[in-house]
């Protein structure tokens, strides 16, 4: 069983839509990180949070801890916003455990 | 403000060649890791470093070996490629309690 578990695996959305992509974990973490990669390119991290819930522009990101899960959310979704998103949690020896990845293309 | 940097960005190597990735961050992180990510699989760690002069190994390390040179640079060596080591390859860094920081991946072909 994978220790960080996401879903869905692929999303296919029109522009305008709300996006919802999902992180189970069942390992003690620190920290959830929420990542985006774009085809063929380099990994940039979206969120890093503990607790409660996060915002930057379009992109929220929440957490609950006793339930252990996560969302990312996408308000107003773009075909810019075609990309993998990746769920990572820290762990108590301070690395990370990577889900699989949703991969996410948004259609004009 | 270059972040991460990780050369090459392409390599493809015959089997039984060596190479060395290199890895260089600018922000004085304490932790550096080596990951690998292939198709179907989330990235999996091969190496990481905790600190300067300290290594560990990771969920795969078979096959590599890594040196953290000083606090910029982590390096990761493959000392006989092989055709299971064709990969896409990252290397990151961390702060105590900070977002990591990742390179912009190298991307391996063993023949």
């Known amino acids: 069983k994978n220790e960080v578990e996401q879903s869905p695996q692929n999303l296919t959305a029109q522009e305008g839509e709300f996006i919802t992509i999902n992180c189970s974990y069942s390992?003690?973490?620190?920290?959830l990180h929420w990542l985006q990669q774009h085809p063929g390119g380099g990994i940039v991290s979206l969120f890093m949070?503990?607790?409660g819930k996060k915002k930057h522009g379009r992109l929220i990101a929440t957490i609950n801890i006793q339930e252990k899960h996560s969302s990312l959310h996408i308000t107003a979704s773009h075909p810019r916003d075609s990309a993998v998103y990746i769920c990572?949690?820290?762990?108590?020896?301070?690395?990370?455990?990577f889900g699989k990845g949703t991969k996410l293309s948004v259609k004009p | 403000n270059a972040g991460v940097t990780q050369t090459p960005k392409f390599q493809v190597l015959k089997t039984g060649q060596s190479m060395t990735l290199q890895c260089a961050q600018d922000?004085?992180?304490?932790?550096m890791y080596w990951y690998r990510q292939d198709p179907g699989m989330g990235l999996r760690l091969i190496y990481y470093?905790?600190?300067?002069?300290?290594?560990d190994k990771g969920e795969v390390p078979n096959g590599y070996n890594v040196s953290r040179l000083n606090k910029r640079e982590f390096s990761l060596r493959l000392e006989s490629a092989a055709p299971s080591q064709t990969s896409v390859y990252f290397c990151?860094?961390?702060?105590?309690?900070?977002?990591?920081?990742f390179g912009q991946g190298t991307r391996l072909t063993v023949v």
């Open positions: 990151a860094s961390r702060g105590t309690g900070s977002q990591a920081f």
């Open positions: 949070l503990s607790s």
């Open positions: 470093s905790a600190s300067e002069g300290t290594t």
């Open positions: 990572a949690v820290t762990v108590s020896q301070g690395n990370l455990i």
């Open positions: 390992v003690g973490i620190s920290a």
């Open positions: 922000m004085n992180h304490n932790s």
